[in-house]
């Protein structure tokens, strides 16, 4: 079946700093849907981005990912940590019309001044 | 526009005692519907699906149960909790229009099992 991997546990960031986390897939087919949540203390998660697009770069709230299909990934990053993005970030991929998507572990961003 | 309500907002419950929380979604008709659980500090867990009414396919089940007897309510249920379901639950839609579509996640309940 579908899978995703992602940037283990923890990633702590000093302000100012650039992000990135890592998300690659596993899938059969050829037409994966890749997101990004977030989700941020005692909240729901929320989305992020969003993307089918091989080699198109996705952007929102100052955070960009770009779909690889040819190293099946789909890493989040953005130029410059905010405190405020100190929150728990899943990727999750839709593949073959299956209606249940599959979620990465979770990574752990904590931005500290 | 829709909205996602869950009930309740929060659950003190006994180890052994029964349990139901409940989600609804309105403005969106024929959704498709998930339940999740998060342990304090942990990660998302899928436990059902359902992408019509009277149909519930289980992820993992952890003991629980769910129910779609409207086409806008899911129902996550069990008999006797334990103490290993504490934690916050989760309820998204989202609509029925294949892999393209995000996940809209309600508030959540959070339920501690004493």
């Known amino acids: 079946g579908d899978s995703v991997t992602q940037t283990e546990g923890l990633v702590t960031l000093t302000e100012g700093l650039p992000v990135m986390l890592n998300c690659t897939y596993q899938t059969i087919y050829s037409n994966p849907f890749l997101f990004w949540y977030v989700q941020h203390l005692n909240e729901s998660p929320r989305l992020l981005l969003k993307s089918f697009t091989d080699n198109k770069r996705t952007e929102h709230q100052g955070f960009h990912a770009t779909l690889h299909k040819s190293s099946s990934s789909f890493h989040l990053q953005k130029s410059s940590a905010q405190l405020s993005d100190s929150a728990l970030y899943y990727c999750a991929l839709t593949s073959g019309g299956n209606y249940k998507p599959t979620f990465g572990k979770g990574t752990s961003l904590v931005v500290h001044p | 526009a829709q909205t996602i309500h869950q009930w309740p907002v929060a659950e003190i419950k006994a180890v052994g005692s029964p349990l139901s929380l409940g989600c609804t979604i309105k403005?969106?008709?024929?959704?498709?519907l998930y339940w999740y659980w998060q342990a304090t500090g942990g990660t998302l867990q899928q436990l059902f699906y359902s992408i019509t009414v009277g149909q519930v396919e289980s992820v993992v089940q952890l003991n629980l149960s769910a129910s779609r007897p409207k086409d806008d309510q899911f129902i996550l249920s069990t008999e006797k909790l334990l103490l290993s379901h504490s934690g916050f639950y989760l309820c998204?839609?989202?609509?029925?229009?294949?892999?393209?579509?995000?996940?809209?996640f309600g508030p959540g309940t959070r339920l501690t099992v004493l």
């Open positions: 403005g969106k008709s024929s959704p498709n």
């Open positions: 998204a839609w989202s609509p029925g229009l294949g892999d393209y579509a995000e996940q809209f």
